[in-house]
């Protein structure tokens, strides 16, 4: 009895972390989600959000910020592409402060640091698990 009650508790916290979305399951966040840094930059770059498929926060956005500026509401699932001026830029996750549920409530901040180089892509990956919450990730493009 203590092996069954032991294994459906490990499950059901493994239940709660996030796992990468298949390639062909990834959808573009929707243009009314994008709020910012969608315009073309001459001689800049581009930085690539995607978010883990999980249970934890899977009814909430969260929020994707460029240099501390809302830049989307992001699901579960989705991706996001960016144009931003090269240089160093920071990328950052927090509560999505435009719902009026209780997803809004509580607290979540999380940055990386991104060097953009002209006609370079920098990508991330936002990741949840039961113990941690959620992460912000540098990541590799899939397939490789």
Same mark, same amino acid.
């Given at each position: 009895?203590?092996?069954?009650?032991?294994?459906?508790? =490990?499950?059901?916290?493994? !239940?709660? #972390?996030?796992?990468?979305?298949?390639?062909?399951?990834?959808?573009? /966040?929707?243009? +009314?989600? =994008?709020?910012?840094?969608?315009?073309?930059?001459?001689?800049?770059?581009?930085? @690539?959000?995607?978010? +883990?498929?999980?249970?934890?926060?899977?009814?909430?956005?969260?929020?994707?910020?460029?240099?501390?500026?809302?830049?989307?509401?992001?699901?579960? !699932?989705? @991706?996001?592409?960016?144009?931003?001026?090269?240089?160093?830029?920071?990328?950052?996750?927090?509560?999505?402060?435009?719902?009026?549920?209780?997803?809004?409530?509580? #607290?979540?901040?999380?940055?990386?640091?991104?060097?953009?180089?002209? !006609?370079?892509?920098?990508?991330?990956?936002? /990741?949840? +698990?039961?113990?941690?919450?959620?992460? =912000?990730?540098?990541?590799?493009?899939?397939?490789?």
């Amino acid at each position: 009895m203590r092996l069954i009650c032991a294994a459906v508790s =490990l499950l059901l916290l493994a !239940g709660c #972390s996030s796992y990468r979305t298949e390639p062909g399951q990834i959808t573009q /966040v929707p243009a +009314d989600r =994008l709020l910012a840094f969608q315009e073309p930059v001459e001689g800049g770059g581009q930085i @690539v959000v995607n978010r +883990d498929m999980g249970g934890l926060g899977s009814g909430c956005y969260i929020a994707v910020h460029v240099d501390r500026q809302l830049a989307a509401r992001i699901g579960i !699932g989705e @991706v996001a592409s960016f144009q931003v001026p090269p240089g160093d830029r920071i990328v950052g996750i927090g509560i999505d402060e435009t719902d009026d549920t209780l997803c809004s409530k509580g #607290s979540l901040r999380r940055e990386k640091a991104a060097h953009i180089e002209p !006609g370079q892509s920098e990508r991330f990956r936002i /990741v949840s +698990d039961n113990r941690e919450g959620f992460a =912000l990730l540098a990541d590799e493009p899939q397939g490789k």
